[in-house]
């Protein structure tokens, strides 16, 4: 199949980050093993013919997502610890549950007749003018309410991460 | 294997390595790292049936991941602000210590 | 009620006073306190003067009328049958009733001075008058279940009066012995009468025909054999006669009449001389037609061994109520030995004139104790005929009737008996039993009276200060012995006479006695003293008399006795045999070994029975019960307590481990999620597939 080597090759680096991510130990590493399978995801969107989908997540994901984890850790110092153990002590129970987790969703793939279709369609093209269209005429009221909702996002970020500030600003200029 | 199932085996694997290290990981921000990449996952998930099932020209799955996206922008954002605020009650970001909602 | 066919005499109607009258005082007496002393005695006295009175009524009733005459009333019904009850008039009953009432009136007057220092005076009054009731209504019964319920408290009295002072061991004990000896007897009687009446279906004596003693009864219970072979009527008269057995002194049974003279001496002369001992020769006379000859053989023969057998053992004791006691029995064996070969009439009239010389000779022996300060070992007595010359006397002329000296009232009545004997077919042993028992009691009399009333005084002087004797509470200061007061000589005098004069009534001359009991008219003939060897029969009695009077003088007239501590003149020569008698032949000895030692190792058996078997059955049971409070107390601490405990410990543990989940971790949390998740898909898939 024509998307099967690159397709695959991406797959892989996708996964491998994400293991990485999950697995390595220090938290910083971890972010940046995250980045790797964030933009190895785009990527296969890309190979998959969703562009805009593509460079929407390197936009997001890998520009402020994943540079917000990294102040995360940096604020937390999360890093610095080496004492503690990283893995929780019912860590192969959750192993176990994911790949319970995997199992039935592999049997589910395979079970259901999608996986085996008649036919494969061709290569759909999805031209930036007909997302704006979509977006703008038939899912507009949803846009509406994501832009509500990164708003109020943003604002309760704010203020969750920044009311604790002011006490300690308080008590620093009351000594 | 059709395009379709290796895609969904794939979504389905990150989706897995999303969830074990959600569940075993005690940094709350690996935590959150691997619900982004379940995130992620059912993202992929949605691509792949975008491209192979049926209807592409309605572009369902590309304005899906598009919300997919921005709600997870989101709620990163809020997740980590929050991360912020119980670091700076508890002076740790381990989840295990944090037990005030027990009972 | 049924009456006779003549126009009822208002006396047999109302016989029935002639107990109910003394029984009546008996009741007033126990209610009242001891102080009334003269009221009781008056009481006791009037009523037994008033039945005396009534009882000569009745004697000339029966003479006039000499056919049994009964009076009945139904008592009790159990189904669909009656008990009835009643009294009878009939020649018999009408001697007995004269004597009873007479020989009774005359004691209880005599008891008036005897007893006249006792504290208990009320209580001895009433138990009197009670026992004169009681034995009233024994002779009067018409049924054997009256006669037996009032034999019941004759024998309650005797009892009573035996231990009247009950707080000496000695009385009290002989009391009991006397109840228990003769409750042997009286079981025998009451299987018999159990048996009368279920053989004849009632217990009526006379009923018109209907009666059990009458002549339809008495025939079929004679055809009617037992299991052994016996007729039912001879194995039914043995058990009446077991009873008569027991109450009349036989042997074996005589060895509580001995014992009974602890109680006070009038009691002695009443109760066990003339009264309460004749009771069982009375019963036997009474049902005299169910017996038939075996029945009579065997009374005939035990009656002549108990003549015998009492006889030789009164020669050797030394208490003169006891040699008198025994000189009793042998005269009962006497009066059993008439019955069974001689009938009724016989031994009726030996028991008659016995009544008033054994008596007298109580009264007299009471008479002697008194005025010796309660002396009754007739060693210590001697030469009383000087200080006490009425008692003496009269003493002296009972004696002589017991005896059975010629003319005087014990020779016919004693002679009818040897004659009788003499001629009955089956055996000459019990002629010649009763004559060797005529030989030893004019010589053991003879002893008595020597030992008591000749001799040197041998009584020992007493001190100026009062003697507190044995027998409370006698503390008049005697110095020398006394003749008693008048109260109590006048009935010695009395009795005396009938003693004398009494046998007239029963000459073979004038056979009156005989005849009025047998009903046919008596007629004054010489000539019956030709009957061939009756003169030779007389002479040969009033022989032995003689020599037993010599004998007894040769022993004990000619050489005074002159201490006490002498010993006794036929003990010097055969000491053995001496010993042997004094010891009454061992018969409470034996007793002793075999009865006495059987219950105590019953006793003592069913002692350890109770407090082995049935106590250790008890404690077991008692074990069982605790083990099972332990084992329910375990039950409850261990499976309850500990069950509830557990349970709760493990609510707990699970409410625990239930918490664990809420456990504030928002990883197990997901965790369970995540299994939630995979159990639901593969169940839905699950069940898709197919």
Same mark, same amino acid.
């Given at each position: ?175 | ?15 897995? +390595?999303?969830? %074990?290290? !959600?569940?075993?990981?005690?940094? =709350?921000?690996?935590? &959150? #790292?691997? $619900? ?28 899906? +991941?598009?919300? %997919?996206? !921005?709600?997870?922008?989101?709620? =990163?954002?809020?997740? &980590? #602000?929050? $991360? ?20 | ?690």
């Amino acid at each position: 199949m024509r998307t099967t080597a690159p397709f695959l090759i991406l797959a892989v680096l996708t996964l491998a980050g994400g293991i990485a991510a999950m697995t390595l130990r220090r938290l910083v590493h971890c972010a940046l093993a995250l980045t790797v399978s964030f933009a190895g995801l785009a990527a296969l969107y890309l190979n998959l013919g969703a562009e805009f989908a593509g460079l929407a997540q390197l936009l997001v994901y890998v520009g402020a997502i994943a540079i917000l984890i990294v102040f995360a850790i940096l604020l937390t110092r999360g890093g610095d610890d080496k004492a503690e153990p990283s893995f929780s002590p019912a860590g192969p129970a959750g192993v176990v549950l994911a790949l319970a987790v995997f199992a039935v969703l592999a049997w589910a793939v395979e079970t259901s007749g999608i996986a085996h279709p008649a036919a494969l369609p061709a290569v759909p093209s999805a031209p930036m003018r007909s997302i704006g269209i979509v977006l703008m005429q038939r899912y507009v009221l949803p846009l509406e309410v994501i832009a509500l909702m990164l708003t109020a996002a943003m604002i309760g970020a704010v203020i969750l991460a920044l009311r604790e500030k002011r006490p300690e600003q308080n008590q620093g200029s009351a000594q | 294997m059709n395009p379709l199932a290796i895609c969904l085996l794939v979504s389905a694997l990150l989706f897995a +390595v999303g969830l %074990a290290g !959600a569940l075993t990981r005690r940094s =709350a921000i690996l935590v &959150l #790292a691997g $619900i982004e990449l379940m995130l992620n996952a059912a993202n992929l998930n949605f691509i792949a049936f975008w491209r192979f099932g049926p209807h592409p020209e309605a572009l369902t799955g590309i304005v899906f +991941v598009i919300f %997919a996206i !921005a709600v997870a922008a989101a709620e =990163a954002a809020v997740g &980590l #602000a929050l $991360i912020l605020a119980i670091y700076r009650h508890a002076r740790t970001s381990d989840v295990s210590e944090i037990t005030e909602m027990k009972g | 009620m049924t009456q006779n066919a003549a126009p009822a005499a208002w006396i047999l109607r109302y016989l029935w006073l002639i107990p109910a009258l003394p029984i009546l005082a008996a009741g007033l007496c126990a209610l009242l306190p001891k102080t009334q002393r003269r009221l009781s005695a008056t009481l006791s006295i009037g009523s037994m003067t008033v039945s005396l009175i009534l009882a000569v009524r009745a004697l000339v009733h029966a003479i006039a009328q000499p056919a049994v005459q009964v009076v009945t009333f139904p008592w009790m019904q159990f189904g669909s049958q009656w008990i009835a009850l009643g009294w009878l008039l009939d020649p018999l009953a009408a001697v007995m009733l004269v004597m009873v009432t007479f020989v009774g009136l005359l004691i209880f007057i005599y008891s008036l001075g005897y007893m006249a220092h006792d504290d208990n005076f009320t209580r001895f009054f009433c138990f009197l008058s009670l026992f004169a009731g009681a034995m009233l209504g024994v002779v009067i019964a018409n049924s054997l279940l009256l006669l037996f319920m009032c034999w019941e408290v004759v024998g309650l009295t005797s009892y009573l009066l035996i231990g009247f002072w009950f707080h000496r061991p000695a009385a009290a004990s002989a009391a009991k012995k006397a109840f228990i000896v003769t409750r042997v007897g009286d079981l025998g009687l009451l299987l018999g009468m159990v048996w009368l009446y279920a053989q004849a279906g009632t217990l009526l004596f006379y009923n018109h025909g209907a009666g059990c003693l009458e002549q339809s009864a008495v025939a079929a219970m004679g055809a009617h054999l037992t299991t052994a072979g016996m007729a039912v009527s001879t194995a039914i008269g043995l058990l009446i006669f077991s009873g008569a057995v027991g109450k009349s002194g036989q042997v074996p049974l005589h060895v509580w009449l001995p014992d009974a003279m602890e109680g006070p001496t009038p009691v002695s002369a009443l109760i066990h001389a003339a009264t309460m001992v004749a009771a069982g020769v009375y019963l036997m006379a009474r049902v005299y037609p169910l017996l038939d000859h075996a029945t009579l053989a065997v009374i005939a023969w035990v009656g002549a061994i108990t003549a015998v057998f009492a006889a030789c053992i009164a020669v050797a004791q030394n208490d003169i109520k006891r040699i008198l006691a025994y000189s009793t029995v042998s005269q009962l064996g006497y009066m059993m030995l008439g019955l069974g070969v001689g009938g009724v009439a016989v031994g009726i009239f030996h028991l008659i004139t016995h009544a008033f010389f054994k008596s007298l000779l109580f009264l007299g022996a009471g008479s002697v104790i008194h005025g010796c300060t309660e002396e009754q070992d007739i060693r210590n007595m001697g030469g009383l005929r000087r200080f006490m010359p009425i008692t003496f006397v009269t003493y002296a002329a009972a004696m002589l009737a017991l005896c059975g000296f010629p003319l005087f009232a014990g020779f016919w009545s004693k002679d009818a008996i040897l004659e009788h004997a003499h001629a009955w077919s089956p055996s000459l042993g019990p002629y010649y039993l009763g004559a060797i028992g005529a030989l030893l009691t004019a010589f053991y009399m003879t002893r008595q009276v020597f030992y008591v009333f000749f001799g040197p005084q041998r009584v020992p002087e007493a001190t100026a200060e009062p003697v507190e004797s044995p027998r409370p509470p006698e503390r008049c200061v005697i110095v020398h012995p006394h003749e008693s007061p008048s109260v109590m000589t006048i009935p010695l005098s009395i009795l005396a006479v009938f003693a004398v004069f009494l046998g007239f009534v029963g000459t073979p001359a004038w056979p009156w006695f005989q005849s009025f009991l047998s009903a046919t008219p008596p007629g004054f003939n010489m000539h019956a003293f030709m009957e061939p060897g009756l003169i030779a029969l007389m002479i040969d009695s009033s022989l032995l008399v003689f020599a037993g009077l010599i004998f007894g003088w040769w022993f004990y007239g000619r050489k005074p006795i002159v201490r006490a501590t002498d010993p006794d003149a036929l003990e010097r020569r055969i000491p053995p045999v001496f010993h042997a008698l004094a010891d009454r032949l061992y018969v409470d000895e034996i007793y002793g070994f075999t009865v006495i030692a059987l219950t105590r190792f019953l006793s003592a058996f069913s002692a350890w029975l109770d407090r082995r078997i049935f106590g250790g059955v008890v404690n077991l049971i008692s074990w069982l019960i605790t083990g099972l409070g332990w084992f329910d107390s375990g039950i409850d601490r261990f499976v309850v307590n500990g069950g509830f405990d557990l349970g709760c410990r493990e609510l707990g543990a699970g409410g625990r481990l239930i918490a664990s989940l809420q456990n504030g971790r928002v990883q197990n949390y997901l965790r369970v999620i995540a299994g939630a998740l995979v159990v639901l898909a593969a169940l839905l898939l699950w069940g898709h597939r197919g």
